[in-house]
Every structure is written in structure tokens, then in C-alpha cells.
């Protein structure tokens, strides 16, 4: 892949929201000392500057000038790990009702790899997260993982991690973005054929976490 280090060891982390992909990424860095990326963080970055400006998302030429605009901005790979904005801003209801309408955008998705590309070849192993980490953003990479989760699992678990908005208005935003991250023509969210599927369902973040360590160990990512 352009901008990737021959020699980067990658795990890719896909599946839908409130899976447990962030949990377990974090803690997949800290034992393997991996650097980590949430490639969604960028299309939440999106999202909000086009509110913020008044862009809307579906003028798709408006949207992907505004992502040139902040990649400019940012000097590039920058954009991926900015700390400009906070959890409350790439959280709000706004940006999670408009985030879906940026990442189904060809021409966005294909820059915001890029930028990825660039990132990874920098690192020396890494883990990323997403939904299409696997299948297009790196295909070849090492390790792969689709996490899974009831909707009634997940939306709990969101408003449990986000303490705000009704369990039925949450479970209905779950089952929104399933729906649309799923059935998008762009790079939509499946499994990638080799990837080692665990549904988290009735699972510990401890069990998940474990048996995720046990794979990374099997493919060879070692700590240095």
C-alpha cells in the first residue's frame, strides 16, 4: 500500500458501533506497544466541521473540498491524531445523525485512506479500528479482527459509556448506522473473509481482550 513500511506489522480492527473495538484496541496498544488509530475519529472531524461551516453533507464536491481544506490545514497526516477536538464535539447527537452521510462519500473515504497510508508507514506496528480496516484501508494486514454485538447489547453499552440520550432513542441510532454502514455502495461494513470473528455479546472486555492476545501472538506480533 502507498505510504506503508513493507515491515509494518497491522492489526485491523473492524465492526459496528459499540462492539468494543476502542476497549480492546487500547488495550491490545498497551501490551504489544502498538501505536493506535481510530480511523472513524476523521470522519467525525468531517462531520463537524461541515455543521460548524454550514456544509452540507450531501454536497458531496463541498464536503470532500472542505476535507482538502483541512488536510491543508493540518499538514497532512496531522488531521488522523489532531487533539483540536474534544469527545463532547465528535459525540454530539449532530455529529453522530450526520457522520454517516460523510463516510459513504467515494472520493472522501479514498483521501482519508490515503492519510492513513501515510500514517502507517511512519509507525513500526500498529492497530487501527474502523470499518473497513480489514477489507479495503489494509487488506493485507497480519491480524485482523470484526467485532460483533447484539443491537440491544450495544446500545446499552453506549449509553452507559456516553451517560446521555434514552436507551430506545440510542437503540434506534445503533440500529441507523448498522443499516446504513452496512448497506452503503462504498466500501460497506462486512467482515473481511480471513478475519477472526468474535461476537461480544456475552462476553467480558477481560475474555475478549484475551483471546484477541492470543491471535496477535499466533501471527507473530510480539512485544519489542
Known amino acids: 500500500m502507498p505510504g506503508e513500511r513493507p515491515n509494518t506489522i497491522i492489526v485491523a ?12 484496541c487500547l488495550e491490545l496498544a498497551k501490551k504489544f506497544d502498538l501505536e493506535y488509530l481510530e ?15 454550514g456544509v452540507a453533507v450531501d454536497n458531496q464536491p463541498a464536503v470532500v473540498e472542505l476535507c482538502d481544506d483541512l488536510i491543508e490545514e493540518s499538514r497532512r497526516s496531522s488531521l488522523l491524531a489532531t487533539d483540536r477536538y474534544t469527545g463532547q464535539d465528535l459525540r454530539s447527537n449532530s455529529v453522530t445523525t450526520t457522520v454517516s452521510a460523510v463516510a459513504k462519500i467515494g472520493e472522501l473515504r479514498d483521501k482519508v485512506t490515503d492519510l492513513i497510508h501515510e ?3 511512519s509507525q513500526t506496528k500498529c492497530v ?4 473497513d480496516i480489514g477489507t479495503v484501508v489494509f487488506p493485507a494486514a497480519q491480524v485482523k479482527f470484526y467485532l460483533t454485538a447484539e443491537p440491544e447489547v450495544r446500545a446499552r ?5 456516553e451517560k446521555q440520550g434514552r436507551y430506545e432513542d440510542v437503540l434506534k441510532d445503533v440500529l441507523r448506522r448498522d443499516e446504513a454502514d452496512m448497506s452503503r455502495a462504498v466500501a460497506p461494513l462486512v467482515p473481511a473473509e480471513d478475519a477472526v470473528e468474535i461476537d461480544t455479546t456475552s462476553l467480558t472486555i ?11 501472538r499466533q501471527r507473530g506480533v510480539t512485544i519489542s
Do not use: N
Not at 480492527?13 to 480492546?24: C, F, I, R
Open 119 to 121: 500514517w502507517a508507514g
Open 13 to 24: 480492527v473492524d465492526g459496528p458501533a459499540a462492539a468494543g473495538k476502542t476497549t480492546t
Open 128 to 131: 487501527v479500528e474502523g470499518r
Open 157 to 161: 453499552r453506549r449509553v452507559s459509556q
Open 206 to 216: 477481560g475474555q475478549v481482550v484475551e483471546r484477541m492476545v492470543s491471535v496477535c
Open 39 to 53: 480511523s472513524g475519529r476523521t470522519y467525525r472531524i468531517l462531520a463537524f466541521e461541515a455543521l460548524e461551516r
